[in-house]
């Protein structure tokens, strides 16, 4: 059973930086596919980055890019979004998905196992 845990997410400042964290429990995390996905109040599932399952590709939704980085740290078993020069319009909660040896895909179908979300609010 695989789980996935987020964490990270809070109250900044429009300007600011977040790092949001995705602990992978149960298998090793350099065989996933791992994306990070974001929902507004009243909007749908929106992606924001991913990673393939062998780390070589990464890919990032535009309003994002520049600003946002995803890695991983295959000895905590972990995947990490670094979010930089944060938008109020990024506030959501923020959810990670994972798919066994899967690419790094923009649609949330793609993923099979999700965490349960971390709040990221960033105040104008």
């Known amino acids: 059973q695989v789980q996935l845990v987020e964490s990270g997410g809070g109250l900044v400042q429009a300007g600011d930086s977040l790092r949001l964290s995705c602990a992978v429990s149960?298998?090793?995390?350099?065989?996933?596919?791992m994306g990070w996905f974001r929902q507004a109040p009243g909007k749908e599932r929106e992606f924001a980055a991913a990673?393939?399952?062998?780390?070589?590709?990464?890919n990032y939704a535009d309003n994002v890019k520049g600003r946002f980085t995803i890695s991983r740290d295959s000895t905590k078993n972990t995947v990490y979004l670094q979010m930089n020069r944060l938008k109020p319009e990024d506030t959501a909660v923020y959810y990670c998905?994972?798919?066994?040896?899967?690419?790094?895909?923009?649609?949330?179908?793609?993923?099979?196992?999700w965490g349960q979300g971390t709040q990221v609010t960033v105040s104008s």
């Open positions: 998905g994972g798919r066994a040896y899967g690419a790094a895909s923009s649609s949330p179908y793609e993923y099979n196992y």
């Open positions: 149960g298998r090793t995390v350099s065989s996933y596919a």
């Open positions: 990673i393939s399952w062998g780390g070589d590709s990464t």
